[in-house]
């Protein structure tokens, strides 16, 4: 069985130039061979990295030798004098990073697997997940033009999340795909469940499986919240429809419901005295927007509306860009909150 350092080693021998760029910037390449220095990325022509080769053995990639010292090694060891690390699991934890690959979970923590679909395996999941700055994920969301997001808590990153397709055989063996994964909580913040957006490496769009997303845990009555909500909330069905509207009102809090009828089932905060409901236009979505809309009035809550042009209003940033999104809103939304929400952007 390969071992964790065999396995970066050879993850980062297959992209060995990128290791090089990243490490060595003040290197260049010649040839099959990237040239710098010395492993601290001074300037000159006595490290030579080679960039192409077999797997193992003589002349494979990420091999290298400073001519200099007589030093040699591969990518693993290049990163850790290069970094000047004092231990093995300091070299491994950043080849893991420069991989964007999570750490390994601890054996402890496997021994005992959680039921499929729990709250628990939700939150393991998640455990292992990653910021999405430099991701895939964030190369998804940019793609909706959905940008600056990595400083969100609620979203991470996975490399490897299997997925099972609804109509794959009870033993086949899950696929394995990078996905996108957004935090499920109830009103008080903990943890009831986790989604995920399947990815595809090739076009940074969702993966060619179906579906494309899941949410395991407990969804009902709960969402993917971002900003805490007081008095005024909005609530929605899609996580990049209520990402949109983050994006163009900032301040404003939000919960994606991830469905629509979750959304007809979403429980409001206490203390609300204002619900804007960000509609998509379709059947259902209208529908659980009306539903919604009733029990807030119920409760006595002001429910306000908000329609998109086109589907939803990630649609409608792709198509018409964030400025007019924000002019878009800003009649529908309350005076008082239009001055709150958008004099900030200068509109």
Known sequence: MESPAAMLARRLAEDAEAVCRHYLPNGRRQGRYWIAGDVENSRGRSLYVRLTGPTSGPGAAGRWTDAATGAFGDLLDLIAANQRHGSLR????????FLSLPRPVPVATLAAPAPTGSVQAAR?????????????????????SLTDLGALSVLRFHPECFHRGEHDPPDAPPQRWPALLAKITDLDGQMTGLHRTWLDPDTAGKAPVIPPRKAMGHLLWHGVRIGTATDVLAAGEGLETMLTLRRALPVLPIVAALSASHLSALILPAALRRLYIAADRDAA??????????????????????LPRLGDFNDDLVAFGLLDLRAHLRPQLAPEDAATLLTQHGD
Request: glycine residues 10%; hydrophobic residues 45%.
């Open 124 to 144: 393991r999941l998640w455990a292992m997940g990653q910021p999405i700055t430099g991701t895939l994920a964030e190369r998804y969301l940019g793609a909706r």
């Open 285 to 306: 979505g209208l529908a659980a927007t009306d539903t919604l809309a009733s029990r807030a009035a119920a409760e006595g809550i002001e429910a306000v509306r908000l």
């Open 90 to 97: 300091d070299t491994l934890d950043e080849a893991r990073r």
